[in-house]
């Protein structure tokens, strides 16, 4: 089933690791640390080792603290394991707190998640999001010094809009009305035919009257009736 309208970025699974990272490092936050280390990129049996040993102890509250509870700890290999883990992530932890230039901050945060997993890049999915942040590096500079801990919330919504359009082998096309006419098909099927829903009924405006719209240089009500019960009679034809 093809969807014209794209996919989210931000829905993908990429999206949502490179996220938790810059929030892991970026926040201190052991929550998000411990989403980002049981995404598939990264998950393990020592995963699972970790959870149990440390994670599952009370009062850990920050990255700092978990760091001490693993210094601590007599398990060797959770601390190797942890150790090789912590190496990049502390590259963007070292930001934490500062003020950055938001080109150092994503420069430092794609070179964290190369250096975390070699399994990103591949895919639509993944190679959407390299191309967003190819996009995101060459503007970046423009963004000057900001919070760091505001830079999660900000790759947040820069990811937002962003949508990419998956190689699907179909001939089933999902589409609005209007977007329909533009192609040509050999059967439609509409979803929704009910009586006032498709096509629309007129809705009465309790602010304006047609007369208050045209003073006000505004589209008549009656446009987009006619736009609909156009685009209805295209895909009846």
Sequence with gaps: LQNMHGKSLLATKVAEFSLLLAEAALLGDVKKFTALIKTPFLFSDMVCQFDLKILRRPAIDDIEQLLEVVDASEDQAIKEWLGNLWKPLSTLYDFRNKKAQFADLVNVHVGVMNALSDDLWGGEDGFAMSEFFREVI????????????????????????????????????????????????????????????????????????????????????????????????????
Excluded: T
């Design 138 to 237: 060459d503007s970046a500079n423009n963004l000057g010094i900001i919070e760091s801990e505001y830079y999660p919330d900000l790759m947040r919504q820069l990811l937002a809009p962003a949508k990419f359009f998956p190689k699907v082998v179909s001939n089933i096309v999902a589409i609005n009305p209007r977007d329909a006419s533009l192609l040509d098909y050999d059967r439609v099927i509409i979803a929704d035919c009910n009586e006032d829903s498709f096509p629309r009924a007129r809705s009465i405006d309790p602010w304006m009257n047609d007369k208050m719209r045209v003073e006000l240089g505004l589209s008549s009500a009656n446009e987009a009736i006619g736009a609909s019960h156009y685009s209805f009679l295209l895909l009846l034809s």
